[in-house]
């Protein structure tokens, strides 16, 4: 009865305090802890809901409700088989046996069959234990289970994590749970900031636990540290008449470096802003974890937003030292900005033969020259004007020596950008210039592609001779390895194809051409398409959500990658007519009776009234102008196919029957996979 009346569900948290952790391992650590909390839940039988996970950088914490007990569960276990278990109705040695183990008499046995067999078995009543029981090893085994990218251990124990843990507790409404975390033992006890309240504060049960924090001055949720940060960086950046720069990436970084956000607002030497401010703006992103400040047009002010982590109290002395550091480290910025501005791009060009690429693909020099080869084998293909053509050799001349100048050397970030920066400055086409600044985009899933052709061009020939070599030479992504980012190139290279009209073929056309320009076989050639052909379609479901079965059939066809959307509405319309199944199972007959048959350049010879309709049929599918001429065209081809296969023997005996039959049949199938591949619908 008393188990009766206790509530159904129960809140809980608990927090593992740690030494800082890396930022940028937090939000995974903290996700999977909370999922791995989650399925311990699932597999001990327990209901859980409202589950929220909280990290800032010194501590773990997840939350919600739990079930007060486990559900029941009825387990049916086997015993021996029924001829065993009894002799002459009395209950043998095995079924008494059976029956001990379990912990019942044999009158509470019961059979069941499988197969031809029966056996005797018993129904258990699964104990139904407490939540409070099964928290402590929920939370010890899903901590221990989180996976890290890197761990370390201390101490002269073999407890492994990415920093060393220094306290703990478990909570289930008031009452503290036993837990033991890597070997510390959990007290009713949290950590305030590591700035303003070091000590340790003192836990009465969930509901005191926020109050122990804001007396602690933490913020544990990272949305409300965000907002707390933009609030007073805006209104700082406002005060000077400007707006702070942020960045994602940058942001998520800062709220994860604080417990208790304190912007702060600094200044420095307007004569720094000689320095190109994508200069300036990196220094200060990437050393120091400041947001610029910049005007209404987007020029970079000679002001920056910091974030202190603690109340603010010196808040001058900190602006101070941080104005200290930055003025360093633009003092370096504008050091190296002024050495290479003493130098041209062009100065750098035979210095790439000295800077490798790859020791199995040679130095950037090689890397060129390969380039070159390539467009000058395939410079008819592209739709470029003969100056652009020349322009085009010159970018490839130039686009890798930005690599040799002393600010992209500290500051490897800016590769692409200061190449484009200083072309621009020496007063090189646009074109050229544009390209250049292009040369890395896209550079992540959601990127955008290159702004021009030149610069898609480019794009597309440096990622092709890098997964085509790449691959030949081995350098093949695994699991979740991919050191020389094969599985990024190959998808920039299907993006271009599919968001631009820079090649107006088969995309497996450039594939072939380029790697038998290189040197590549035929299954390095296929290697290189696969991997190309997996990333889009995993792209276009990941962030298009296109599925594969609707992106496979479109992308399959001879035809150009940038007429996919188009002829993805198409096959998605045909795919609901009427007269969809009639076309599709036309087309399966003919793929299944003539296998690998591929369709020649002749004309098959035909004499038969059934064999000249297909003829027919079929020219009048190659000649429809229009998806919807092709669609109507095909339907009739369809229903000759139909009237072929009840007329004729396509496998005749005479060999030469049979073979025009088979080619007959094979350029037909050609003409139905003129906008998607119909094996693959």
Request: aromatic fraction near 8%; charged fraction near 25%; charge should be negative.
């Amino acid at each position: 009865m008393l188990e009766d009346a206790l509530p159904l569900w129960r809140p809980f948290l608990v927090e593992v305090g740690v030494e800082e952790i890396p930022s940028q391992y937090i939000r995974d650590i903290t996700s999977a802890y909370r999922d791995l909390i989650m399925d311990e839940f699932a597999l001990m039988r327990l209901s859980s809901r409202d589950i929220a996970a909280y990290a800032t950088p010194r501590r773990l914490v997840v939350m919600g409700q739990v079930s007060s007990r486990q559900s029941p569960l009825q387990e049916t276990v086997r015993g021996p088989l029924m001829a065993n278990a009894y002799q002459n109705g009395v209950p043998t040695p095995a079924l008494l046996g059976f029956c001990r183990r379990l912990g019942i008499g044999p009158a509470e046995v019961q059979t069941m069959g499988e197969g031809d067999k029966t056996y005797v078995c018993a129904v258990i009543e699964k104990p139904i234990e407490a939540a409070e029981d099964l928290l402590p090893g929920i939370m010890e085994r899903a901590f221990a289970a989180i996976p890290l990218a890197r761990s370390m251990r201390w101490g002269d124990h073999d407890y492994r994590f990415i920093r060393p843990v220094r306290w703990c507790s478990l909570w289930l409404d008031d009452q503290a749970l036993p837990l033991s975390i890597t070997g510390v033992a959990s007290q009713p006890y949290t950590y305030g900031n590591r700035t303003d309240q070091p000590g340790a504060l003192e836990i009465r049960g969930i509901a005191s636990y926020e109050q122990a924090l804001a007396q602690g001055f933490v913020v544990l949720d990272p949305m409300r540290r965000q907002e707390a940060i933009v609030s007073e960086a805006d209104e700082l950046a406002a005060s000077v008449g400007g707006v702070p720069a942020y960045d994602e990436g940058l942001m998520e970084e800062v709220v994860n470096l604080v417990e208790w956000p304190t912007p702060f607002l600094g200044a420095f030497d307007a004569a720094f802003l000689e320095v190109p401010q994508e200069v300036l703006m990196t220094s200060m992103k990437v050393h120091q974890r400041y947001f610029p400040v910049i005007d209404g047009e987007g020029r970079l002010m000679p002001y920056f937003i910091g974030v202190r982590n603690g109340i603010g109290r010196s808040l001058e002395t900190v602006v101070h030292g941080n104005e200290k550091v930055l003025r360093a480290r633009l003092s370096d910025a504008l050091y190296f900005y002024r050495a290479d501005r003493r130098h041209r791009l062009e100065d750098y060009v035979e210095a790439l033969d000295r800077v490798v690429f790859h020791a199995k693909l040679g130095t950037y020099g090689d890397k060129i020259r390969r380039l070159h080869h390539i467009f000058q084998e395939t410079r008819d293909e592209w739709p470029l004007t003969t100056l652009e053509q020349d322009l085009f050799h010159r970018t490839l001349d130039l686009y890798k020596t930005d690599l040799l100048t002393q600010v992209v050397q500290e500051f490897p970030e800016l590769q692409g950008t200061m190449g484009g920066i200083y072309a621009e400055q020496e007063g090189l086409p646009t074109p050229i210039v544009q390209a250049i600044r292009d040369q890395y985009h896209p550079g992540y899933q959601g990127d955008i592609i290159p702004e021009t052709t030149l610069g898609r061009l480019l794009v597309l020939l440096d990622r092709l001779d890098t997964v085509l070599l790449g691959l030949s030479q081995g350098l093949k992504p695994t699991g979740s390895e991919d050191p020389f980012g094969m599985r990024r190139s190959a998808l920039a290279i299907g993006r271009i194809l599919m968001e631009s009209q820079v090649w107006e073929k088969p995309a497996r056309h450039l594939f072939d051409q380029v790697g038998h320009i290189l040197g590549v076989d035929e299954g390095g050639i296929q290697e290189a398409f696969e991997l190309t052909f997996g990333r889009v379609t995993r792209f276009l479901e990941s962030d298009r959500h296109i599925a594969a079965q609707w992106s496979t059939p479109v992308l399959q066809a001879a035809c150009p990658w940038h007429t996919f959307s188009d002829r993805l509405s198409l096959l998605e319309r045909l795919h609901q007519k009427p007269d969809w199944e009639l076309v599709a199972q036309a087309y399966k007959r003919i793929d299944r009776v003539i296998g690998d048959t591929r369709a020649t350049d002749s004309t098959p010879e035909v004499t038969l009234p059934a064999e000249l309709a297909v003829q027919a049929a079929v020219e009048q599918v190659r000649h429809a102008p229009t998806p919807d001429a092709w669609w109507n065209a095909v339907q009739t081809l369809s229903e000759a196919v139909r009237v072929f296969f009840d007329a004729v023997l396509v496998n005749d005996p005479d060999p030469q029957v049979q073979a025009a039959r088979k080619q007959l049949l094979a350029l037909a199938r050609t003409q139905y996979n003129r906008y998607f591949d119909m094996s693959q619908v």
